[in-house]
């Protein structure tokens, strides 16, 4: 007989009486409170005497944290599907994961004909619940576009999709009968009967008829659950029977007796629970669905994922908000998600037997887009995000820390670390490369703070690097980190930072070469407390165009502060201008928290230039004139980046005053325009070119034979290639 191999839940089945309203209610805590899984209510909304269950159900889950909820079972028609999905996927949010739906084709159907139900006969209650099923799975999915359904009861003509639930909801089918039990075997994931209302052999045959219409649909029967509605008079021999014979994962309790609630969690369920783990030789495993195993990419060994090392794959829940990265869509075949550096060794490992390419994410911000992939494994760093103080002024991040977050933490001792200018983005990315953020012109690079990394080598060695351990290794790390293995910890030394000015200003631009070349030689005569960054799109039609500055002043004295941002305000005809007094980390909380959900590829070229001559200037005119680029952003540099001696860091342009980039929507438009200037430099921060001549432009000759030296040393199988590859 079968053992379907779920983990073993145990519920109960509180009647939603409105007598006293709050009973129900007290009963749902109390399951919570002894320990039980799930709580139930049936659902019958032409009773007089009941609550209706969707309003109690939420009741239930604002006061309650920890159980799971479900009705036993809901009654569909009474409850319009397409607002049925709306209102699981917003309690299953709102209860943070702990909504179950079960649905049924009804009964008492002249009490639903009374309520404005259809009469249906029971043939067409199945046919119209299989219906309703398809049209909650259409508007739970995350699929773009609108969903359109033709069914014979329900019909979906362009409906938005959404909310999807927030976890992978299972859809439970209360059921007796053959038909419904094959409708369960081809669609559902659940099925709970009353054992009351089941004959002697109701179990088995229903199980052989579920497993059966499953395996005709290409299904694994295990993947669908067995639940019970159970009298409190058995005992732990039969449901124990009930579990390894008969298939039952999930004991629902019927009762609204609080002893017997409180008997059956304390002494029946622990019992039942020991015996079948006992029997099982081992804790359940829950079996992957036919379907998700057919969305399985080639070259992947799936079976040979590290036990313990998070991974999700196509088919699972909430894959999409992993597939994609800020600007690049991806569908990788796995995405790996280690807890701490030893998981990073083995997810690596793994990732180097697949034959399939490798991207390593930490902020998923990376504009070439490299951190994702098709069909290839990508090792997301995000678990690792811990910003720890280790001594006066020095601290630890981990890769997966977003820099909004880095900047928060720092600011709680009145410290700061100049990172990029978006909040959202990663420290693993930004700090492998440069990091060219509001306070560069005064306090240098992100890099330039760095002291240590620990770092996973190809090798699945574990190594410290600094200037005193590994020195080369910590030089490259510095500007070519990505080619060089997996960073697990950054060590950096930051600053002490009161408030900043910030100031916002809008222009007018008529002439956008002579603009930018005032502002360049502006940016250039001020002081290093200004760092000034720049923005621009096309004109929209009619209007003029406008450029955006976005400025900090290192210095938190007002006057000082109007004193340096005057130059800027003399460039051309302002159209806004904003200045504030405020801290760093104010500055930096910019970004949301939304998954990334990128489609498509990004094109951005970029160059790091001394200075904005007249030519380079009428060259990024010229591509935002002809919508080449829709998106020039300019930073400044300088100053203490220029301190840093050429060949300290493997970031080399040290003498550029100007991070230049171009966001354009053609790559061979904006290709043509941007090679025709001849730039020099490259931040490979604000690239997309993954020709290989790119990597020139990135390192001069010097600095690209010590790269090469080391990788040869280092990675000599190539192992990190994916992303503007340094080849041995
Ligand atoms: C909106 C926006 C604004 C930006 N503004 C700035 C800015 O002001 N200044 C600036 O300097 N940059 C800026 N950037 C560029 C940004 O610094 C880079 O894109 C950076 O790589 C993003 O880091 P991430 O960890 O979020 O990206 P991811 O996409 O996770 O990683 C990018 C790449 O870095 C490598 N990598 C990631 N983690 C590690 C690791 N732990 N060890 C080794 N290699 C790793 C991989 O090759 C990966 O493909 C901006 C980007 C965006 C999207």
């Given at each position: 007989m079968p053992d379907y191999r779920h983990a073993l839940q145990f519920g109960t089945f509180v009647t939603p009486s409105n007598a006293s309203p709050q009973t129900p209610v007290a009963l749902a805590q109390l399951s919570e409170q002894l320990g039980y899984d799930l709580v139930t209510f049936q659902d019958h909304p032409y009773q007089p005497s009941f609550l209706d269950t969707q309003t109690l159900m939420t009741w239930v889950a604002a006061t309650t944290k920890t159980i799971h909820i479900a009705a036993n079972v809901l009654n569909v028609p009474l409850r319009p599907p397409a607002v049925l999905a709306k209102t699981a996927a917003s309690l299953d949010l709102l209860s943070e994961g702990r909504y179950e739906l079960s649905l049924g084709a009804g009964g008492f159907w002249d009490a639903i004909d009374s309520m404005g139900g259809r009469k249906l006969t029971p043939g067409q209650a199945v046919d119209a619940l299989e219906e309703a099923i398809d049209v909650i799975r259409a508007l739970w999915s995350t699929e773009r576009g609108g969903a359109f359904y033709k069914g014979d009861y329900y019909h979906l003509n362009g409906a938005k999709r959404g909310p999807a639930p927030a976890h992978d909801m299972p859809i439970w089918i209360g059921a007796l009968k053959p038909r419904m039990q094959r409708l369960i075997g081809r669609k559902a994931d659940g099925w709970l009967p009353s054992l009351p209302y089941l004959g002697e052999t109701g179990l088995r045959d229903g199980n052989a008829i579920i497993d059966e219409a499953a395996l005709e649909a290409g299904r694994d029967p295990r993947e669908i659950r067995r639940l019970l509605n159970v009298g409190g008079a058995l005992e732990v021999d039969e449901l124990l029977a009930l579990a390894l014979e008969e298939g039952v994962s999930t004991f629902i309790l019927t009762a609204d007796d609080p002893r017997m609630l409180q008997r059956f969690?304390?002494?029946?369920?622990?019992a039942v629970r020991e015996a079948v783990d006992r029997?099982?030789?081992?804790?359940?495993?829950?079996?992957?669905?036919?379907?998700?195993?057919?969305?399985?990419?080639?070259?992947?060994?799936?079976?040979?994922?590290?036990?313990?090392?998070?991974?999700?794959?196509?088919?699972?829940?909430?894959?999409?908000?992993?597939?994609?990265?800020?600007?690049?869509?991806?569908?990788?075949?796995?995405?790996?998600?280690?807890?701490?550096?030893?998981?990073?060794?083995?997810?690596?490992?793994?990732?180097?037997?697949?034959?399939?390419?490798?991207?390593v994410r930490s902020g998923g911000h990376g504009i070439s887009g490299r951190s994702t992939n098709d069909g290839g494994v990508v090792i997301d760093l995000r678990a690792l995000n811990t910003v720890e103080v280790i001594g006066e002024k020095l601290v630890r991040i981990g890769p997966g820390a977003r820099w909004m977050d880095v900047a928060a933490t720092l600011a709680e001792h009145g410290w700061a670390l100049s990172s990029g200018d978006y909040g959202g983005v990663g420290v693993g990315g930004l700090a492998?490369?440069?990091?060219?953020?509001?306070?560069?012109?005064?306090?240098?690079?992100?890099?330039?703070?760095?002291?240590?990394?620990?770092m996973v080598l190809a090798s699945g060695e574990t190594v410290r690097a600094s200037a005193t351990e590994n020195a080369e290794?910590?030089?490259?790390?510095?500007?070519a980190g990505a080619n060089f293995g997996i960073v697990t910890a950054f060590e950096f030394a930051v600053d002490e930072v009161a408030d900043i000015g910030f100031?916002?200003?809008?222009?007018?631009?008529?002439?956008?070469?002579?603009?930018?070349?005032?502002?360049?030689?502006?940016?250039?005569?001020?002081?290093?407390?200004?760092?000034?960054?720049l923005i621009m799109g096309g004109a929209r039609p009619g209007q003029p165009l406008i450029a955006q500055l976005m400025t900090a002043v290192d210095s938190d004295q007002p006057d000082e502060i109007i004193d340096l941002l005057q130059p800027f305000a003399e460039i051309a005809p302002l159209v806004q201008q904003q200045?504030?007094?405020?801290?760093?980390?104010?500055?930096?909380?910019?970004?949301?928290?939304?998954?990334?959900?990128?489609?498509?590829?990004?094109?951005?070229?970029?160059?790091?230039?001394?200075?904005?001559?007249?030519?380079?200037?009428?060259?990024?005119?010229?591509?935002?004139?002809?919508?080449?680029?829709?998106?020039?952003?300019?930073?400044?540099?300088?100053?203490?980046?220029?301190?840093?001696?050429e060949d300290a860091t493997a970031y080399a342009h040290r003498s550029a005053n100007f991070a230049v980039a171009a966001i354009g929507s053609s790559p061979e438009r904006l290709n043509a325009q941007w090679d025709a200037v001849g730039f020099t430099g490259l931040y490979l921060s604000f690239e997309t070119d993954l020709r290989p001549e790119r990597i020139t432009d990135a390192f001069p000759p010097a600095t690209l034979a010590r790269l090469r030296t080391l990788k040869a040393e280092l990675d000599p199988e190539n192992v990190f290639r994916d992303n503007f590859n340094v080849a041995p």
């Open positions: 969690a304390e002494e029946t369920a622990p029997e099982r030789g081992g804790s359940a495993a829950p079996v992957r669905s036919a379907a998700a195993i057919a969305l399985r990419r080639d070259g992947i060994d799936y079976d040979a994922i590290p036990a313990g090392l998070s991974a999700a794959e196509p088919g699972d829940f909430g894959f999409h908000r992993l597939r994609s990265n800020y600007m690049r869509g991806g569908n990788p075949g796995v995405v790996l998600q280690p807890r701490d550096a030893g998981q990073v060794v083995e997810a690596l490992a793994f990732a180097r037997e697949q034959k399939v390419p490798l991207g492998t490369a440069g990091g060219i953020g509001w306070l560069a012109r005064n306090r240098g690079l992100t890099i330039d703070h760095l002291r240590a990394v620990e290794l910590f030089w490259a790390v510095r500007g100031a916002t200003l809008a222009y007018q631009v008529d002439d956008v070469a002579d603009f930018l070349v005032r502002w360049g030689e502006t940016v250039e005569a001020s002081p290093r407390e200004v760092t000034s960054f200045v504030e007094l405020k801290p760093y980390a104010a500055v930096m909380a910019n970004a949301s928290g939304e998954p990334h959900s990128a489609t498509g590829e990004p094109t951005s070229r970029s160059a790091l230039v001394d200075h904005l001559t007249p030519e380079i200037a009428a060259g990024l005119a010229g591509m935002v004139a002809t919508g080449a680029s829709y998106f020039l952003s300019i930073r400044s540099v300088g100053g203490a980046v220029a301190d840093v001696a």
